[in-house]
């Protein structure tokens, strides 16, 4: 088996085992942009390295006979094309069955050259081969397809809070910037966007002392100048086609930690931690903001995560020093070039 | 040319402004109104028949106003009422759940049960006490 599947397949079936590691350290709260990039290079990886190891392990057995070693990318695509064009060489019988049916003795005379058992097991083997090639294609397509759903549905979401708000919001001296929904429950979010907005409900503003609103409003400021929902879209849309796996909801509560962890750091800038720290206790603890429906799955809602933050807030931990974050930042940057180098280079 | 553009951007603030003023009028009435009621309710802008008009189609288009024929009129009332709309948005805010979550990114999730124990000792811990 070529030298690329070996790495695509490895990569691909390390980056779960790797994300259980990541999800469990307890280093990332002492650099979550550090965290942040090795999740999104863990996430970026899998990808490449299932579709293109799925692609490579179809493709290879076909290619085998070839003279000349190709990259993957280029063998697959021109496989795929073959194929959708009806024969790999020079077909008897015609139509798109024939094709199959042709390439599958070719390529069972190509791999073991006899008759009987051998062949019978070369057929099957071609036919796993096939299924694989298929699959990768199904797999990238899926990936596609989930990623620009969840743009959609991210973009009608925020629409709609849009319009709603310019009709019923209204702003508030005590919180300059943002808007003020007329709502008893305690809760404060930020809509990102081209065109954003802080919304802050009326419960909130009673809730918190002018202090704390100050830092509420830094901690959401932060989110939208550094784009945080950009970071967790890739990651909700994963989670959304793959909700049954434990690693997706994983890689997706850690990361949506970490961005919360980032605005905290960032308003710590501007803030006292210690008043950013009883907002969010205040906040924690008000009640009014469970939302009524059992919309809220427990699994996705694992509690600690705010305790976490403030215990971050109180007692900072010292940064990683500077050799582990380099440290780090390779092996994330390994973690994509690899597998990719591995679909490019002729190996 | 910019001109045009700042004028253009001053009418579409405007106009979004009248919406959010002739919905008020709206949720105030019990009863459906025609154009010609909403304009009374807000003489004080002195507003052309025909602007209040197409600010309520603009409403109608958009789903938040619905009309009905009565007679030669239109009449017209929120297709929803204001809770209604404020329940939504409070709702979206905190379902954090698939879309949604990257939808809108929440300051703090509120938690129950043991974990808000421990946390209310905290803020006890912290002088959280000292507004009251």
């Known amino acids: ?347 | 040319m910019l001109a045009g553009i700042v004028s253009y951007c001053e009418s579409m603030n405007r106009l979004g402004e009248l919406e959010r003023a002739i919905m008020e009028v709206l949720w105030e009435s019990d009863d459906p109104m025609t154009v010609r009621q909403v304009g009374i309710c807000l003489t004080d802008r002195e507003l052309a028949h025909t602007t209040v008009m197409t600010v309520l189609d603009r409403l109608t288009k958009k789903g938040f106003v619905r009309r009905q024929r009565a007679g030669r009129a239109w009449r017209y009332r929120p297709a929803e009422s204001r809770e209604a709309y404020v329940a939504e948005l409070m709702l979206t805010a905190l379902d954090q759940t698939g879309d949604r979550q990257a939808a809108l990114t929440r300051f703090a999730r509120s938690v129950s049960g043991a974990e808000a124990a421990a946390l209310r000792a905290a803020l006890e811990a912290l002088g959280g006490s000292r507004r009251d």
Not at chain 1, 63 to 69: T, Y
Not at chain 1, 151 to 162: D, I
Request: charged content about 15%; some cysteine; glycine content about 8%.
């Open chain 1, 1 to 347: 088996m070529p030298v690329a599947v070996i790495v695509l397949g490895a990569v691909a079936i390390g980056c779960v085992p790797a994300a259980h590691l990541l999800a469990s350290a307890q280093w990332p709260r002492r650099s979550p942009a550090v965290a942040i990039a090795l999740w999104q290079a863990l996430g970026l990886g899998w990808g490449v390295a299932t579709v293109g190891a799925l692609a490579g392990f179809g493709v290879a057995g076909l290619e085998a006979g070839q003279a000349g070693r190709r990259p993957l990318l280029t063998t697959g695509v021109s496989t795929l094309a073959r194929t959708s064009r009806g024969g790999v060489t020079t077909a008897p019988r015609s139509g798109p069955g024939a094709s199959v049916a042709t390439a599958t003795e070719r390529a069972a005379r190509e791999l073991f050259g006899s008759a009987g058992p051998a062949a019978r097991f070369s057929n099957a083997m071609y036919d796993l081969r096939l299924v694989s090639l298929m699959a990768s294609v199904l797999l990238l397509a899926v990936l596609c397809w989930i990623l620009l759903a969840a743009v959609q549905g991210v973009l009608r979401a925020r629409h709609r809070q849009m319009a709603l708000l310019k009709l019923l919001a209204h702003g508030d001296p005590k919180v300059p910037g943002a808007l003020v929904v007329d709502h008893p429950a305690a809760t404060a979010y930020c809509v990102p966007g081209l065109r954003s907005a802080i919304v802050i409900s009326a419960g909130t503003l009673n809730l918190l002392d002018q202090a704390e609103l100050a830092a509420v409003l830094e901690h959401e400021r932060a989110h939208l100048r550094a784009r945080h929902d950009l970071v967790l879209l890739p990651f909700t849309a994963l989670l959304r086609a793959f909700r049954w796996s434990a690693t997706a909801r994983e890689a997706n509560r850690a990361v949506s930690l970490l961005v919360e962890m980032m605005a905290d750091d960032r308003a710590r800038r501007h803030r006292p931690a210690r008043e950013l720290a009883t907002a969010l206790l205040r906040v924690g603890v008000s009640g009014g903001g469970q939302a009524p429906t059992g919309a809220l799955a427990a699994a996705d809602q694992p509690g600690g995560d705010l305790a976490a933050r403030v215990t971050r807030l109180l007692r900072p931990p010292p940064d990683l020093p500077l050799y582990s974050a380099v440290l780090l930042c390779s092996v994330a940057a390994l973690v994509v070039i690899a597998p990719t180098a591995a679909m490019l280079l002729p190996l």
